[in-house]
């Protein structure tokens, strides 16, 4: 059974940067795809970016377009969220999440994924 555990969440000032980790456990093939999904209270989770194992094809929400930039290490099975320029509407719960044989666009925009974390607090506040 693939588990996914993320870290790295934390309270920042605007402005500010941090570097969400996702480390999966289990058997994870490279026809899975990864993203981040951030979720306000009260609201459903949205894509924010996502990743392919296999060629590192990626994709980002226009909201984090040029501040946010999604990497991947195989090896040791970790995908990778840098933030930058945080604002306060980053605040939330980001979720990590895996989905087999999709496309990163439909994982990102769609959100039916096969696997998800238990999440990260990241608040950006003043």
């Known amino acids: 059974q693939l588990q996914l555990v993320e870290s790295g969440g934390d309270s920042v000032q605007p402005g500010g940067s941090l570097t969400l980790s996702c480390a999966a456990s289990g058997f994870i093939a490279d026809y899975y795809a990864i993203g981040w999904f951030h979720q306000d209270p009260g609201k459903e989770a949205e894509g924010v970016s996502c990743?392919?194992?296999?060629?590192?094809?990626?994709y980002y929400a226009d909201s984090v377009k040029g501040r946010f930039s999604i990497s991947r290490d195989n090896a040791k099975n970790t995908v990778y969220l840098q933030m930058n320029s945080l604002k306060p509407e980053d605040t939330g719960v980001y979720y990590c999440a895996a989905k087999r044989d999709t496309t990163v666009q439909a994982m990102c925009v769609i959100g039916e994924n096969d696997h998800w974390g238990q999440g990260t607090q990241v608040t950006v506040s003043s």
């Open positions: 990743i392919s194992r296999s060629d590192g094809s990626t």
